[in-house]
């Protein structure tokens, strides 16, 4: 059974830097592309980044140069590390993990940037 598990959310002040990660327990991680999704209050939720498994990125526009998505498939773990927050970037941050036999959600962490 595959689960798909945030952490590293949190309660950070404009220009703060945090870092979340992302395990996925099942053994699909290696086949995977993972991907950051966030959604704010009265938003949809929106894509952020995402990483192939062969370690191709892509990035919202709006947050190149400052978040950095990577994977260590050693550890099953996906990470993105957020830098110059900004309160913009408050919002429930979601992992997804998609492979040729289905799409996995984690529960979605809160991250909140104070001004």
């Known amino acids: 059974q595959v689960a798909v598990v945030e952490s590293g959310g949190g309660l950070v002040q404009a220009g703060g830097s945090l870092r979340l990660s992302c395990v996925v327990r099942?053994?699909?991680?290696?086949?995977?592309?993972m991907t950051w999704y966030r959604q704010a209050p009265g938003h949809q939720r929106d894509f952020v980044a995402s990483i192939t498994n062969s370690g191709t990125t892509n990035y919202l526009d709006s947050v190149k140069g400052r978040f950095t998505i990577s994977r260590y498939n050693a550890q099953n773990t996906m990470y993105l590390q957020i830098n110059d927050m900004k309160p913009e970037d408050t919002a429930v941050y979601y992992c997804q993990a998609r492979w040729y036999a289905g799409t996995y959600w984690g529960q979605g962490i809160q991250v909140t940037v104070s001004s």
């Open positions: 099942g053994g699909i991680f290696s086949y995977s592309t």
